[in-house]
Structure formats: structure tokens, C-alpha cells
């Protein structure tokens, strides 16, 4: 398989000759053998590259400005899916190859491989390795632990303690509700004594 990278050599604008010489330095850095197809100078490789570019990565007037990536004849994506996928780690995966050993993307690649999608692939073949011990708890759908169970208690015990609280403090309410009641009643009759006795003194 080869890569090649659509370029201009005799481009005006500085922007595309930055986006054509970002994309070659970063393939050369990864060693990825890539082959340049200038369309300046080829009326033939412009309308290639023109022709087999999606339509819907085309801009609004239809022509699609360099670096555009293929991989033989099927379209990789243009400067900005490049740049994103070199963001990602993922520059191979983009160009459709496979990640040379030792790299970052081939260590992201054996990490899911050994990870859950293994874990998955192991349980619809029914290669599930028993000797992996699973907590009693989680083998019961029980996943709380001791300590939250302890924890849970004395919450609970502290909640019975407050309402305990709540419970006394409702009761000293009524008691002195109470008093005041007694102390209001009895108030009328004490003041008739002192009038019945005042005038007892005035006859």
C-alpha cells in the first residue's frame, strides 16, 4: 500500500505550503513510505485528485485545495482530518495502516485488545478464566463493603438520637405551655383576694 499526498509545488499561498510541509515532515518523522504527486505541474494528478475526493468533502465550489491524502485509491482526508488524527494518537489507524510496534497508537490498539473488548470477545466464546477471583459481594449483587454498612449505622443511629432529641425538646414546650396556662388561670383569683381584702380594711 502507498500513500500519496497531493501537493502543489508552486502554491501562492503560504498557508497551504505550511499544511503540505506539516503533513510530509510529520509521514518522514514516522517513517512512512508516501509518495508526492504535484498537481501543478500535472494536469493529470490534479484531475485525479479532484475526481476521487467525496463530494461532501469538497468545498462549496467544488474544488478541493492540497494536501489530500489517499492510500492507493481510497481517500484518507485532507489537512484538517490529518491534523486531528496526529492530535489522537491515531495518524496509522487514519492512513489505514497498521501501527508499527512500540509506538503510542500500537500500545492504545493493544490496550482496548486487552481490555474490554477482550473481556467481551473472552465471555461470547466462553473463555472465561476462573481463576480471577470475584468478591463475594459482587458474586451476591451485594457491592457495599463493611464499612459503608457500619457507616449507614451509626447515620441511622445519630438520625434516632436527634428525633430522640426532638422528642424532649417537645415536651419541655408543653410543660412550660402548661405553666403559663396554670399561671393565667390562677392570676383572676388572686387578684380578687387582695380586693376583697382591701376592702375588708377600708369598712
Not at 493493544?110 to 459482587?138: F, L, M, R
Not at 449507614?152 to 408543653?174: C, P, R, S, V, Y
Not at 412550660?176 to 399561671?183: L, S
Request: proline share 5%; aromatic share 6%.
Amino acid at each position: 500500500m502507498v500513500i500519496k499526498v497531493f501537493l502543489a509545488s508552486s502554491s501562492g499561498s503560504t498557508a497551504i505550503k505550511k499544511k503540505q510541509q506539516d503533513v510530509v515532515g510529520f509521514l518522514e518523522a514516522l517513517k512512512v513510505e508516501y509518495a508526492q504527486l504535484d498537481i501543478a505541474c500535472s494536469e493529470e494528478n490534479r484531475m485525479w485528485m479532484r475526481q476521487n475526493v467525496p463530494q461532501e468533502k469538497k468545498p462549496s465550489n467544488g474544488i478541493p485545495l492540497p494536501p489530500q491524502i489517499f492510500n492507493e485509491e481510497g481517500y484518507c482526508g485532507d489537512y484538517e482530518t490529518f491534523f486531528d488524527a496526529k492530535e489522537d494518537n491515531a495518524v496509522f489507524a487514519f492512513l489505514g495502516l497498521p501501527p508499527p510496534p512500540g509506538s503510542k497508537e500500537a500500545d492504545q490498539a493493544g490496550i482496548v485488545q486487552n481490555g474490554t473488548h477482550a473481556e467481551e470477545t473472552n465471555a461470547e466464546n466462553g473463555n472465561v478464566d476462573d481463576s480471577i477471583e470475584v468478591p463475594v459481594e459482587e458474586r451476591n449483587g451485594n457491592s457495599h463493603s463493611d464499612e459503608e454498612k457500619a457507616a449507614g449505622e451509626e447515620e441511622l443511629a445519630e438520625e434516632g438520637e436527634a428525633m430522640e432529641e426532638d422528642e424532649d425538646m417537645a415536651e419541655e414546650e408543653e410543660a412550660v405551655e402548661e405553666t403559663d396556662e396554670v399561671t393565667e388561670e390562677t392570676a383572676p383569683a388572686e387578684e380578687e383576694e387582695e380586693e376583697e381584702e382591701q376592702e375588708e380594711e377600708a369598712e
